[in-house]
């Protein structure tokens, strides 16, 4: 195969281009590359780019998006590629992917007025890593995959997790972006953008920012965010819990969140436990003790932690149907005895207590690699999500196992296995099924997880009609929670958007897109928007 093959002529012409504005070093066109960055973690096979550019700093993003869209090609944002809902997949073959995680510059972390500037490309464990001894760290501070997800990637597909309970999403704790439009000028939302002012709060005039979080690239490349940050309590303790029931443990959430005491937390059921490669081995091996008893603030009490969390592993989960597991933090010893006291009280009204090496040890090494892509045996894996309004939660539980009871024959036919957990998210109920299938092994999934774990199963063949299948339960999946008035983040060019947003709404959203990026070249197709015809 030749690089020649399948594109046109005037896309050579424009590749030139691009290597003569870049330079050869910033510019990736060979046949490997392009195939690699034509996957995301779920849909495959894609469309190769027609090369990918790795830029170090906003100037070249700028140049390279302002060359790229004068040359008529379509630009394609990536992060961390961590995304599974074709949110850096090209949908055409006249596109560059540019690749922003060698834009991981700390670029100011400002304790006095309480913010932190990074670029796009950071890490979440970048940005931990940079606060480290301040006392401070965002509210909502990464996701699972922070060792690879990156800062410019959660904003735009809206993230949840470590901090989630108490703080919301990636969205409630930023404060502005940088961002490059289709025709190259960056701009500032938030007070940044003003002519002399610090970053330091995101209004003063219309919410600009808020139009740069969750369009997934759709509306511009974003090069740098601004994160407020708040003091780091001191105290944290963790608690877990098994239920027989959804219901029981999806009201149990609520009551909790209630109570504004929960940092993070999130319930499984024990397919989860039993298929999902981070949970079933959470605990094992020296290192994970080593990071518990690290992690505490005296070496008597550490090794006393990891000695229980040796003891209790993790196979007690699978005794139960559902487990819950919650993180919560405190200034004083005291208040976080009160904490845990209050959210036991509330637990044990339906579930019993359990070991709690699950979240401690999640804890203690927050930013690990990112096992859970594939199963325990392999296995592919792919998850859907839905939020509701809180009041609505156990309804949602309910409806949600009378889904998939109706289509349990389906998924046993296809050899699909369903695991769900659920988070409370402010005062969001989050609501994640995942899907596991025997399938075969990409490159994506090699380099992200490791060439030696996936070794086993490096010649697993493709399984396409399971694949397929999936794609269809997830489709249903999407639209059944539609139904139920469930909003999901992560829209990109996979979950229904426009055929569910009031027309005048979705009117506006196109007219932003038509100002921004009159010939829709910027990551097409994002949110449902148009494309303009192809040439």
Not at 20 to 27: E, I, K, R, S, T
Not at 44 to 57: C, R
Not at 105 to 123: L, W
Not at 191 to 200: A, E, L, N
Request: glycine content about 10%; hydrophobic content about 40%.
């Amino acid at each position: 195969m030749t690089i020649s093959e399948h594109i046109r002529a005037d896309d050579l012409m424009a590749l030139e281009t691009l290597r003569q504005a870049l330079g050869d070093d910033l510019v990736r066109h060979d046949v490997e590359t392009r195939t690699y960055y034509a996957n995301d973690v779920f849909w495959q096979p894609g469309i190769p780019p027609l090369a990918v550019i790795l830029p170090t700093t906003a100037a070249e993003v700028a140049l390279a998006v302002s060359t790229a869209t004068e040359c008529g090609l379509s630009v394609v944002p990536r992060g961390g590629g961590m995304s599974y809902t074709k949110g850096y997949v090209p949908d055409r073959v006249d596109s560059v992917i540019i690749d922003t995680r060698k834009l991981n510059e700390i670029i100011e972390v400002n304790t006095a007025d309480r913010y932190v500037t990074v670029a796009a490309g950071t890490t979440w464990e970048q940005v931990n890593a940079a606060l480290e001894g301040t006392g401070l760290r965002t509210g909502y501070w990464g996701p699972l995959s922070g060792l690879n997800a990156t800062v410019g990637g959660a904003l735009s597909q809206n993230s949840a997790f470590f901090g989630s309970a108490l703080n919301g999403t990636v969205a409630d704790s930023v404060l502005g972006v940088t961002v490059v439009l289709a025709d190259g000028r960056s701009v500032t939302t938030g007070s940044g953008g003003r002519k002399g002012t610090k970053p330091f709060t995101r209004y003063g005039g219309p919410d600009l920012t808020g139009i740069f979080l969750g369009d997934n690239g759709a509306f511009g490349i974003k090069v740098a965010a601004t994160l407020s940050l708040w003091p780091k309590p001191e105290e944290v303790d963790y608690l877990s819990f098994g239920f027989a029931k959804f219901s029981d443990m999806t009201l149990t959430q609520t009551r909790m969140a209630e109570t504004g005491l929960v940092s993070e937390g999130f319930g499984i059921d024990r397919t989860k436990v039993e298929h999902s490669a981070s949970v079933n081995k959470l605990s094992d091996g020296l290192q994970a003790l080593g990071n518990v008893a690290s992690s505490a603030k005296s070496l008597v009490s550490g090794v006393k932690q990891a000695v229980k969390v040796a003891t209790s592993g993790t196979a007690f989960l699978k005794d139960h149907a559902f487990t819950l597991h919650i993180v919560t933090e405190a200034r004083s010893a005291s208040g976080l005895a009160e904490n845990v006291a209050a959210l036991r009280a509330i637990a044990k009204q339906t579930g019993v207590e359990l070991p709690n090496s699950v979240p401690r040890v999640m804890r203690s090494k927050p930013f690990g690699p990112v096992r859970g892509m594939l199963g325990r045996n392999g296995e592919r894996w792919v998850p859907i999500h839905a939020v509701f309004p809180l009041s609505e939660a156990v309804k949602i539980a309910d409806a949600n196992e009378a889904f998939f009871r109706d289509e349990a024959d389906y998924l046993k036919r296809n050899g699909i296995i369903y695991s769900v957990m659920t988070m409370t998210v402010g005062n969001e109920f989050f609501i994640e099924p995942a899907f596991y299938w025997m399938d075969e092994i990409t490159p994506l999934h090699a380099k992200s997880v490791g060439e030696a774990t996936v070794a086993p199963w490096i010649d697993r063949p493709a399984n396409n009609a399971s694949r397929q299948a999936v794609v269809e339960l997830r489709r249903r999946t999407q639209e059944f929670y539609a139904s139920l008035g469930g909003v999901s983040w992560q829209v990109a060019g996979d979950y229904p958007f426009r055929e569910i947003i009031n027309p005048d709404t979705y009117a506006m959203l196109e007219a932003i897109k038509g100002a921004l990026d009159p010939q829709r070249l910027m990551n097409p197709g994002m949110l449902g928007l148009d494309k303009v015809p192809r040439r």
